[in-house]
């Protein structure tokens, strides 16, 4: 623990890891089948060591994305599988529910001992590692300690601060993507009945890019493939996303795709884990013989942001070929359902191979080799994560994704189609429950209809904006529902210092975080339930729902025991402090928590799609949404599939600076550290680190562990600096560099979003590294 106050995630002043001091780090290539016996000794020592779980928690892995019955893995959005298999779990997954159902709690003994300002010093894992929050807490500026509070006083308390704001423009409320669809209707249903659409959320900084480009090419704010795609895809691009960490149980479709004799594209700068081989992660066979499965044909290890150009090239390999082979177009497909394709056609012969390969680091011959696939192919799934959404230009990227799709009729039919791997569990369902900050007119006219309430039409803050707005003064008031917000947001300093000027932070949570102990003048802490954990309402169990990455929604039901007997469930605390802010109101909140059945007939009135919800939910793999672009339906202005049609951007370096992607390691949950090493990636006992390509390490006079400081240049000329971190050389293309959030949010300037997607650019600060003196 550090000695002043948090100010940067420098190693001397607050590092999120477990810092250990003690620890030595070391560096050595990591050469096993990804998940396996590592993955399996890795939860074992994680369950029993760390979390003291070893019994209940095998019976809630056992109950853990099981078909008919048990929760939902709160770990990722990757759907379940669908072929009557009763167990579907990965590490990462097991980790993450071990994670809630710790046996450490976070009492109000806790918040006595220790001031708030003291705590503002612990890092992000010693923060959380204190365990599950047993009590509501109320922030007490006096003693500056967090002192209990009953839930009644809580309510009032937070009922009378919006009541007594002369603007409901003045608050805002964040959604994580773990909140269940329930209380996420509940949720925008109150603050819309405030009177504001201020519904920043996490997907501001995620997959923003994917629903604004899927929308403007097909309609449809969501990829449009099911899990089945991916087991008949005769290719499968799988872009910028790190899966053996992030969606381990894709692992399984990646090695079932190999073994029927697929091809399987990686492109990402990083040779991660996952475009290796991997050990399926819940065949016991496989791991009792140590049979490793191949989970890659091709890697393409292209420049960090260089994708827009692979794909620019693909597509002129594509024309190319069409030249002199009329199959190699779908020609009917592209007469019939699209429009735009001629004058993108002369986008791509205008750009020259010279640029495509200067712009993406790959060489002709390379591109050419993956066009050929994916030409070989009749049907070909592209997906992509982070590492194309968190860029200036995710949304063209995205979009020439589609336009690359297009050409060959990959859309609608088998096997085929564009198919974004979203992150939180439930940050899918969230957007498709109405929150958004710019919600459609339709949304809006249904939901004022069915709930009877005046609807604000205006566009309210994203993430971003709330917090330029808590900056300039112009947010009295913050509610979180679940999530680390201070922590995820870009611009640690800048943020910090904007909730701090904030009037009021609530945090709804179930453990302790920076949001907590960077707060506004006064603050709440709520705890509540978690996924794993029995909801017992009025008329008996809940059971709640979540929406998967690819459009099916199912149930969940948590059978642990909570955490805590004062904890209350995330519909209950919405709906308390909803009776207590809405004095006038007409939604019938206390009716609606009595039985969550009734939240979802209200939800099937307002939702297209979620007609007959309450049975329908109950089937044992739940239902798929109906996506209009996958059947040909297109939603668009035009009435069908749009090509768009960009001129290449030129995002190449002046000499000296590197692009950094700031990534997670294989041991964090985003802002939720489980320990200081990165398996996969060779790493031990060091979270305060840069990957770097060896020319560039030569270029500076650096060898490994050499310290830096690492500054960043923002568009507006400012700068940002970290200390002190250690250089490891890896096999990334010279010109790009990596590291870990939340760490290097530091670096990240608040003004720095995308233009198109107005998300923060995570995955591209332009930074120098320099000796640290
Ligand atoms: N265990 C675990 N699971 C998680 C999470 C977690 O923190 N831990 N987080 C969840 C959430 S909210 C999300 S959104 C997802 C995130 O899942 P990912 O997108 O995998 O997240 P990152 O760790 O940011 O990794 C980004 C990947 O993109 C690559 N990359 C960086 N820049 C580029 C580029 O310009 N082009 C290409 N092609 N690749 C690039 C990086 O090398 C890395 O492999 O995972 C979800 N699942
Ligand atoms: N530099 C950089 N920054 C990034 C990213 C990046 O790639 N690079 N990725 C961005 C992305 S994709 C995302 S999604 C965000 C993540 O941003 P968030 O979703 O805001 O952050 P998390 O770390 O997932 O939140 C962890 C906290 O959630 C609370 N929690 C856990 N479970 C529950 C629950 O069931 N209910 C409630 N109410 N609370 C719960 C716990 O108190 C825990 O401390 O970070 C973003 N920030
Ligand atoms: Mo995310």
Known sequence: MADGPFTSYDPDSGPSGAADRDAVPKVKPYHHPAAGWGAAMAVGKFMVLKEHEPLIGTKAILEMNHASHGFDCPGCAWPDATDGLLLDVCENGIKHVTWEMTHKRCTPEFFAEHTVSELATWSDYDLEDQGRLTHPMVYDAETDHYVPISWPDAFEMVGKALRELPDPNLAAFYTSGRLGNEATFLYQLMVRELGTNNLPDCSNMCHEASGRAL????????????????????????????AASNAPRMLTALA????????????????????????????????????????????MQVRIGGDFALMRGIAKHVLEEAETDPKALDHEFIERYTTGFDDYVREVKDTTWAEIQRQSGLSENEIRKAAGIYCDSDRTVISWCLGITQHEHGVDTIREIVNVLLLRGNLGREGAGPSPVRGHSNVQGNRTCGIANNPTTEFLDRLAQVCKIDVPRENGYDVVGTIQAMQA???????????????AAPDSAYTFAAFQKCGFTVNVSTKLNRSHVIHGKRALILPCIGRTERDIQRRGPQITSMENGMAVVHMSRGMKKPASPHLLSEPAILAGIAKAALPETKTPWEYYIEDYDRIRDTMSKVLPGFEDYNRRVRLPLGFRIRQPARELIFLTPSGKAEFSTVTLPDTINPPGVLTLATQRSHDQWNTSIYSDSDRYRGVKNLRTLIFMNEHDMRERGL????????????????????????VVPYDIPPGCAAGYMPEMNVLCAIGDFSTESDQPLMKSVKVTVTPSS
């Open 215 to 242: 929308q403007a090419s097909l309609g449809t704010g969501k990829g449009t493939c099911d899990i089945e795609d991916w087991d008949k895809a005769d290719a499968l691009f799988v872009m910028g996303i790190n």
């Open 256 to 299: 079932e795709a190999h073994k029927r004799g697929a091809q399987i594209v990686h492109v990402n700068p990083l040779v991660e884990a996952g475009a290796r081989n991997t050990i399926i992660p819940h065949d016991f066979a496989a791991m009792a013989t140590f049979h490793a499965t191949k989970t890659s044909t091709m890697n």
């Open 473 to 487: 003064g112009k947010l009295e008031f913050f509610l979180s529902m679940g999530g680390n917000f201070v922590a």
């Open 703 to 726: 060898k490994e562990f050499d310290e830096v400081d690492i500054t960043s240049t923002a568009r507006d000329g400012s700068t940002r600096s970290l200390h002190r971190y250690k």
